[in-house]
């Protein structure tokens, strides 16, 4: 279903003022959480659940609430989104304890959980085919600003004005979006007559939020005793949440969903880059600080450029072709792990940012590429469902990254930190693009010779797959 283009502007604005608020309060606390923790009198380590409570409570709850988008309809949930999103800045603005901001974080996740794979699933069906890929990298492109320019914006804030002014800049675009929202319609679902599959809902959000706690405690040096419990009890609630939506009649996500090829390798190859995309944004500003000398501001100032190179990378995406989606990500991976080598060994600062700028342009084209290219090999009726599946792929991904980059970061002197992370994380995440770039073209090898074997059988259709899809 395709909207008018007034209507069609209207959701683009909401979502890029949703991505964006979204993806700015991921980041954008990270040089704030000192000053926060003295000025709510809190002390230890309870202060980083300003930003883990964040992330933990987005990342288990996406996967249903693509799923929900499609059943209830989605302009609905966008409003109801970045309303909640909205409200919950109001209360971290306004709070006046640790308890209290880390409650609020929560529901800043509830509503960014619904913000992310709703709105992409509403881009997808609102606009027509031609159009699809650049509506939605133009709304991912403004949620690149905010990704790679957040820890820059939210420490001058916290500067100059203070750490609550984070969450006052998102109450009124919160509220803009959601009145442009409000003035769309779309279709549902109505093949599962509105059959929300609960069982399935509450075992995949424990198994994730089992997950999401796992490895923030990972992040922080857990025990292997209590990492072991957490991934069996992650383990467990996975076997039973596979189990249901075997049986069920309306499942939540249908298990044929991963029989599709092209949507699989899509997002399988795009959370690798984006786990290397966490690990160079948290550890190229520490290498400024640290190995270049260069001040907070300075770093900041420096970043600007790969910032800038990201965030245009997520418009070209909308560009690539459904049929060139996969050859494209193979290249952005294998210029990803060039990049992420060259920005680690290079021996001047011109050298670093050159290759800084080339590593944050490839990888916020593979970034954006895998949210618009999944959206592409899926038919519109089963968008959110598919967004959400990979949002959640790609949101625990970049919880890996955040722990290696934690793992070689978190310790010690901040010089000897940032050589650490030059030395370690980026070398680990360039081999990590490499692989998947050979895993990706293997695996397009492999899919044209099964299809010239194929040629003139009747395979069928696949229910999730759009018609004239190609699989390479």
Known sequence: ??????????????MSMGVFCVQLDAFALIFALPRIGADLGAQGDGVQWVVSAYLLSTGALMLGAGRLGDLL???????LGLSLFGAASLVCALATSLPMLV???VAQGVGAAVIMPVGLSLLTNVHPGHLRGRATGLALGVGGIATVCGPFVGGALTETI???????????????????????????????????DRRGLLTATGALAALAVLLDHVRHGAAWTESALGALLCATLLG???RIER??????????????GPYVALTLTGAVANTATVVFLFVVPLSLQGRWGFSAVAAGTAFLLPALAMAVAGPLAGRVPTSGA?????ACLGGGALGLLGTALASDITAHLIAATFCGAVLGLANALTLIATQGVIRPERAGEASGVTKTVITVAAGLGV????????????????????????????AGCATACAALLLWRRAVRVRARRAEGRDVGEDPYRRAGDSST
């Open 1 to 14: 279903m395709t909207a008018r283009p007034h209507l069609r502007t209207r959701v683009l604005l909401a």
């Open 73 to 79: 309809g989605r302009h609905r949930l966008l409003v």
């Open 103 to 105: 409650a609020a974080r």
């Open 162 to 196: 203070s750490w609550r002014a984070v969450f006052w800049l998102n109450v009124p675009l919160c509220a803009l979006g959601a009145l442009w929202a409000s003035h769309t319609t779309e279709g549902r679902d109505t093949t599962a007559a509105r059959h929300i």
């Open 240 to 242: 039973a949440f596979i």
């Open 247 to 260: 049986r069920a009649p309306h499942p939540l996500v249908g298990l044929a969903l991963f029989r599709n």
């Open 326 to 330: 996969v050859p494209t990500m193979a």
């Open 403 to 430: 722990a290696l980059a934690g793992s070689v970061t978190g310790h010690g002197h901040r010089a000897v930190g940032a050589e650490a992370a030059a030395d370690t994380a980026l070398p680990a995440a360039a």
